[in-house]
């Protein structure tokens, strides 16, 4: 198994990374590569494109810290089941409007269904055994009310979409997880809880790993996971 594990900053996979430098390699699987791709859509989806082509991997996961819209999903864990972007295209006098509510693209061309990047590996999804949630990526971070356009909560984060998109676009498997810290909105820091989303993200990427390498003992190729 090679598996690529992703954040945007070492910061968030520290307790991982040393568990990983601690231990001897799975007998069955390579020792999991990590990637820092820096924070921000451009600088994910180029270092995840870049990788993909130097080495390709079997499976994808990014983990990283995010914000929830809805306060009493701080600190908890989710598995990202879709992406959509936040901020690309115009505010009018209406409000805002993104780019197929413009015209400017089609909501359901390939990647895209319903202007959704939806995770379509299923039983991934359910190996994570976590709750689901829709992402939300974001070039900007908004007081007050911000992004909450919609009734369900959406988890916030700077990259989740570059990963959606370039993974299903080169068809390689992949997962989302994001450890919430925050209410989205005001970025009042006292009330964050980052230090636990830290700890709760790294026993849950551990955990995964641990559920992958027997998953690949059992099958290698992950062939029922893709």
């Given at each position: ?7 945007a900053t070492p910061f968030e996979l520290g307790e991982t990374a040393a568990w990983l430098g601690s231990r001897p390699t799975h007998p069955n ?170 700890t709760d993200l790294n026993a849950t990427l551990i955990s995964l790993i641990k559920k992958l390498e027997q998953v690949n003992e059992n099958n290698p190729g992950f062939q029922?996971?893709?």
């Open positions: 198994m090679r598996l690529l594990l992703i954040s699987s390579r020792a999991p590569e990590l990637l820092y791709t820096g924070v921000g859509q451009m600088q994910a989806a180029y270092a995840i494109t870049r990788s993909i082509f130097q080495t390709r991997p079997d499976i994808i996961i990014q983990a990283g810290i995010g914000g929830s819209t809805h306060a009493a999903d701080i600190g908890k864990v989710f598995a990202i089941r879709s992406e959509r972007l936040a901020d690309l295209g115009a505010c009018e006098e209406s409000g805002f409007a993104d780019i197929f509510e413009l015209g400017l693209g089609d909501r359901n061309l390939f990647p895209y269904q319903d202007g959704l990047l939806p995770n379509p590996y299923a039983p991934l999804l359910e190996l994570a055994g976590l709750p689901l949630a829709d992402g939300l990526t974001v070039n900007e971070i908004k007081s007050g009310t911000g992004h909450k356009r919609n009734a369900q909560p959406f988890v916030e984060s700077m990259e989740g979409a570059a990963l959606h998109y370039v993974c299903l676009l080169e068809r390689i498997p992949f997962l989302q997880i994001r450890s919430i810290s925050n209410e989205t909105g005001v970025r009042d820091k006292a009330r964050w809880k980052m230090k636990e989303a830290l029922s996971l893709s």
